[in-house]
């Protein structure tokens, strides 16, 4: 069973997306009376209307999530128009912290993929307070970032985006570090692609698009995000060892301890199975390491309760 822990926009778009893949039966738990059982009722519906056979219930209760080996935590609260990432955090840490002890207790055994902003400093709250090994909880985020990145990229080459791998690090936010460098389109060096105007042009498109999305039509992107839980979810399921960035608590790799970053990794059915080291150039890793420490900051804000 997969549990979704959150009923607006992300965790509606994240089932609806799942549903029709027919992955597996769905629980959507929520704190306002009604609104998960009304959701989780409407999307049994139209799975019945489409013929696909899951099982979709709703809850009030973190109880009922008891036997769940993948929890997507979508709750939180949202970002506005003006506000950064960064200012949702202390109010979304507490909230980390509480359903981490919920997560702890009924769903033991999970693989935790967490989607609320600051996603990196929320990731951090969430592997210290389940204390379960690194490889169960991410933080997801990368596979949009890259994503957004190639799409960007596609446009200005007339391509698919399919045909683009994209190598986004360090953080989901301002400080994140798209690399030019390691990206390329069909296996051609995206340096040899686009003048040097034209990448930076995509980099700035790439760390602003959220923020884009948000100022457009007033409140951040769910769809995006709810296609990358999707992804995660698939990989997890089929073991299938595919290499995406997300954010995980890293311990030496990169040079860094105790901190959450975006990363390449691997992911099958253990989680973040293996961290990859990408070579990076000493200006890169410089990049790198203003990312790194911008997560760094929003986590020493936080009270000592929330962080250890």
């Known amino acids: 069973m997969i549990t979704i822990l959150g009923a607006g926009k992300v965790g509606m778009a994240a089932a609806v997306m799942l549903m029709m893949r027919g992955i597996d039966d769905l629980l959507l738990i ?7 059982q009304g959701e989780a009722l409407d999307l049994a519906h139209a799975a019945a209307e489409l013929g696909i056979d899951v ?15 993948i929890v997507l ?24 912290a509480d359903l981490a002890e919920k997560v702890r207790t009924y769903a033991k055994d999970s693989i ?45 080459l007339g391509v698919s985006p399919s045909s683009v791998n994209s190598i986004v690090l360090g953080m989901h936010g301002q400080k994140m570090f798209p690399v030019p460098r390691l ?16 990448i930076e042009e995509v980099v700035a498109e790439t760390v602003n698009a959220g923020a884009r999305i948000t100022e457009l039509r007033g409140y951040s992107s769910n769809y995006g995000p709810a296609a990358g839980l999707v992804i995660t979810v698939e990989a997890i399921r089929r073991d299938a060892k595919r290499v995406y960035p997300f954010s995980v608590y890293l311990q030496g790799e990169y040079g860094y301890e105790d901190i959450v970053a975006e990363v390449p990794v691997v992911i099958g059915k253990g989680g973040a199975e293996k961290v990859l080291e990408l070579p990076l150039t000493e200006d890169e890793k410089r990049r790198l ?18 962080r250890s």
């Open 30 to 36: 929520a704190r306002t009376p009604g609104k998960p």
């Open 55 to 69: 099982d979709i219930v709703g809850s009030n209760s973190y109880e009922d999530m008891r036997g769940s080996d």
């Open 73 to 96: 935590v979508t709750a939180g609260m949202g970002r506005k128009p003006g506000m950064t990432r960064e200012q949702l955090l202390e109010a979304n840490a507490k909230t980390m």
């Open 112 to 156: 935790v993929v967490i989607t609320t902003n600051p996603v990196d400093a929320m990731t951090y709250v969430m592997y210290k307070k389940t204390g379960f090994p690194r490889e169960r909880v991410l933080g997801f985020s990368g596979i949009l970032d890259s994503a957004r990145m190639s799409y960007y990229i596609s446009k200005k």
């Open 289 to 306: 390491d203003e990312a790194v420490e911008a997560v760094r900051r929003l986590v020493n804000i936080l009270p000592e309760d929330l």
């Open 183 to 198: 990206s390329s389109v069909g296996g051609m060096p995206l340096e040899k692609l686009l003048s040097k105007d034209d």
